[in-house]
């Protein structure tokens, strides 16, 4: 005789609290993700209106508080229950999903492996040593080594903001807001050709940077790695 309230919950009901867990950690997160995208939308604008936006919106994300539950803590549940569910689905139909959805799970796995390094990279040196990056500090990992960090930053925002605008779609279908895939996909190119234009001002195309290794976050990346930042690595 079996006690269903003894019963180990089956498969999809995990899968259920799996998803709703990781659904509202994302959507916690996408605040902060579409605010530093602002952000780098900024850069064409020029270095002291990214720095200004920056150091404004730090105010908010970098309070301790916000910065536990709508950065940290949210990358960490969003993260453990995105592996989660890839492990139970594992065995689940092959069938092939819709090739947006599969997108958004290219983007989530890029996103899982390149924002702990991304994070540690550019919030560990104001963290500890109380050295911000800012545009200088861009500007200096786009010079120092160009082949890694042009298509680096370039895939990260697109990941970044494909995955958080499709999945907040995701979430707004699901109370009646139905966003048509078509928008999604002129969203998605518009923030390409938007991401690319930032990237090449922080190059110096089109504003102009002063030496990119004659700031504190250059020198600091030189004193760890041991290294002349005044040299970047060509091919
Ligand atoms: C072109 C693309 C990107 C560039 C150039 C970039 C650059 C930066 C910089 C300079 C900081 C330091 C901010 C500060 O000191 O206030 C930062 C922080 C951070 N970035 Fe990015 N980022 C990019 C894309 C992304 C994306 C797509 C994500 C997430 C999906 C992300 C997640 C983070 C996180 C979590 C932090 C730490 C926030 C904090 O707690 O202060 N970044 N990024």
New binding site residues.
Partial sequence: MTDATLAEPNVTDIEDRLRKTQAIAGAF?SV??LL??S??ALAPLGVETFNNY??L??QF??NPII?LFI??GP?LVHAAAGVWLFILRRKQSTRQRPLLSRLHSWAGCF?LTF?FG??AA??GP??IMGV???FD??AF?LWYLPYYFYPY??L??????Y??TNGLRALAARSGYVISQKAQINATVLAGLW?AV??LS?GGLFVEVQNPADNDFARLLGDIWGADPAKPIRL
């Fill in positions: 997160f902060f993700v530093h995208l952000n780098i920056q150091r919106l730090r994300y970098q910065e950065v940290i990358i996103l924002i991304h994070i550019v919030r104001s963290f911000f990056p800012e500090g861009v990992s930053y370039f990260l925002a697109m990941a970044g903001f995955h958080a991401i930032s990237l922080f």
